[in-house]
């Protein structure tokens, strides 16, 4: 257990759809990242929060957004969703940003 | 550009060694990961190099050069359950982007 936790597991949805999800970082963890990993594919960085603020981004779509609230907890918002974005979505946690990455245990998207 | 290359597949036996190179051009190196991840797990960390040389822990050792961009991560005494996919990952000249590779998967047999 690397002690980063993600919300939900699962989750169903149909295309044009929205959903949010959820990661909590490890406790002290100042960093959040979120990653997506299609099938058989390499995980593909999305964006990287440090203490509240936006660092860096990857490939992240303009469908797709996020947020680190005060408490470190972070959020990814996708909307519009096509069924390409069926993949695993994966939140890690670093202390600093230079830090080894904790991953959590991912969120499985499926979208009909 | 990002690119890091990996051998997409390994095949080793029970007992023996394996080698898993990666090569990397990024913009800038602050450090390069190694991860575990085994089919629908999340990646566990293994290893980092952010110096010349090679780095031993247990079963596993990781070496980096980065004057040829080279790094390979050396398993040892294989077991079955190190069936799994190899993740090399760079941290790029700020320290903000991790650019990761895209795994080797191996498969140990007995």
């Known amino acids: 257990d690397s002690g980063v936790t993600q919300t939900p597991k699962h989750l169903i949805t149909a295309t044009g759809q929205r959903v949010t999800l959820r990661c909590s970082p490890r406790?002290?963890?100042?960093?959040v990242y979120w990653y997506q990993q299609s099938l058989d594919q390499g995980l593909q960085f999305l964006i990287h929060y440090y203490n509240g603020e936006e660092r860096a981004k990857g490939n992240i779509l303009e469908r797709f957004s996020a947020q680190q609230f005060p408490d470190l907890h972070s959020e990814l918002n996708l909307s519009s969703l096509e069924l390409g974005d069926s993949a695993l979505y994966f939140c890690a946690s670093s202390e600093d940003y230079q830090e080894t990455q904790y991953f959590g245990p991912g969120t499985r998207l499926l979208v009909l | 550009g990002q690119n890091i290359d990996q051998p997409t597949e390994m095949t080793a036996t029970e007992g023996a060694i394996v080698q898993i190179n990666c090569t990397y051009q990024t913009s800038g190196f602050n450090g390069l990961f190694w991860y575990q991840q085994h089919a629908g797990e999340a990646p566990t960390f293994l290893s980092y190099n952010v110096l010349d040389g090679l780095e031993e822990k247990g079963r596993f050792s990781s070496f980096l050069s980065r004057s040829k961009g080279y790094s390979y991560l050396l398993l040892k005494e294989l077991q079955m359950k190190d069936s799994a996919s190899y993740l090399c990952?760079?941290?790029?000249?700020?320290?903000?982007?991790?650019?990761f590779g895209p795994g080797t998967r191996l498969s140990v047999l007995p």
């Open positions: 990952a760079v941290l790029d000249n700020y320290g903000q982007n991790f650019v």
């Open positions: 406790s002290g963890d100042l960093s």
